[in-house]
């Protein structure tokens, strides 16, 4: 009967009933604490929790205000490309890692779209590559690439060429050192750094 009870309790004396009972302890008291949480944050005055639907937001991309429907969990990257047809920016999740082909800037820093849920930009200015281009007036960055040969596959290239322009925003004066150190958040498997770099610098010595 001892070894009966041990094997149904196991070595440690902790049964299959046991485990069951402290687990479903474990989630009433996890729901408890989620409500208490929700509750005081509406008491606060905090952003009312949203979905699983999908709700209305309005984006302003490239001066232009869109409204769009988009699940909560529905990342900027998504609702540019699919919804807007915004498609300078990449998504190049099946790699092993992040080139940075998906960089857009809102309120004038460098952003990874895919790092910012939709829902969460609304009131901010969000720029995509789109917006360096209006009819023959082209941005000096990206007459710059095509200049220095900086382009190759041309996957990457609008993540660089956005990643350039907010940085040379930031830093018009900027040493090679401090071009390549800003431009890190951005990787090019084609390996066209120095076309990328020499497009820089012309334009900071002002000769793009």
Known sequence: MQEHEQQRH?????????????S???????????AEQEALAQKKGSAPVQGPGKVDVTLTVNGKQHKLSVEPRTTLLDALRDQLNLTGCKDDFDTTSCSGSDTIIIDGKAVYASTRLAIEVQGQQIQTVESLRNGNNIDEVLSGFVKHDAMQCGFCTPGFVMATRAFLNQKPKA??????????GNICRCGTYKGITACALEIVKGGA
């Open 10 to 22: 196991g070595p440690g004396g902790f049964n299959r009933r046991d485990f069951l009972k402290g």
């Open 175 to 184: 040493t090679l050192k401090e071009i390549q150190d800003g431009l890190g």
């Open 24 to 34: 479903s302890a474990a989630v009433a008291a996890t729901a408890i604490v989620t």
